[in-house]
């Protein structure tokens, strides 16, 4: 396929998960790609598997002063981009009564803040036409218990590909999302939780689930290679729920 020929695109948190499946994807489909992480083996484990031709940066999504160095180190390689994926996010799921400051802090600066001053230290060297994809979450259209603060900053973004949507199309970029619901990714694993309460915790939300089951990463990467697209040319401001009916319930 070559759906996203000459395309220039940078995926945050492209180095596991969901960001990594996109990234081979994409490539696949013939884009020029860079990804971002901050774990030391990861990023070694996307050189390895993404090959010598994709660039792999450190950077933390949190730091809002980062950002602009992220946006130079793209500038110089590829001179501008065509495609943003907004990949990289965490996810705490704990009682209201267990929150403090610093824990909330933490999730709003990666999953809200540092993607917003992204966007804004990228749009110089964005193309016209270019396309933005925001990955949130299920999680913000259903009442999961302990999800509170990752479900609003997953709402926040959700937020965003409306008001965002109606600011910049007028620039030629489009903004959409995917809202995935539980991926067999390793999210999960740093939730936190032992072992033992960690296959709890998925047999309960698999539960919720009305397909039975996790979905897989390369679900979530094809729906963003669509809307990453000349094919999504006419898709603004919308979202896109691969959830396994989960967010029918």
Known sequence: MDRLTGKRALITGGTSGIGLETARQFIGEGARVAVTGTNPETLETARKALGPEVLVIKADAADVAGQKALADAIKQAFGGLDIIFVNAGVALLKP???WD???????FDINVKGPYFLLQALLPIL?????????????AHIGMPN??????????????????????IGRGIRLNAVSPGPIATPLYSKLGFSETDLKSVAES??????AGCFGEPSEIAKAVVF???????????????????????
């Open 96 to 98: 209201i009564e267990q």
């Open 101 to 107: 400051e610093t824990a909330f802090n933490r999730v």
């Open 127 to 139: 193309a016209n036409p270019a396309a933005i994809v925001l990955n949130t979450s299920v999680n």
């Open 147 to 168: 999800s509170s603060v990752y479900a609003a900053s997953k709402a926040a973004l959700q937020s965003f590909i409306r008001t965002l949507s109606g600011e910049l």
């Open 205 to 210: 939300i698999k539960g919720q689930v009305p």
């Open 227 to 249: 809307l990453a697209s000349d094919e999504a040319a006419y898709t603004v401001g919308s979202e896109i729920m691969i959830d396994g009916g989960m967010g029918t319930l």
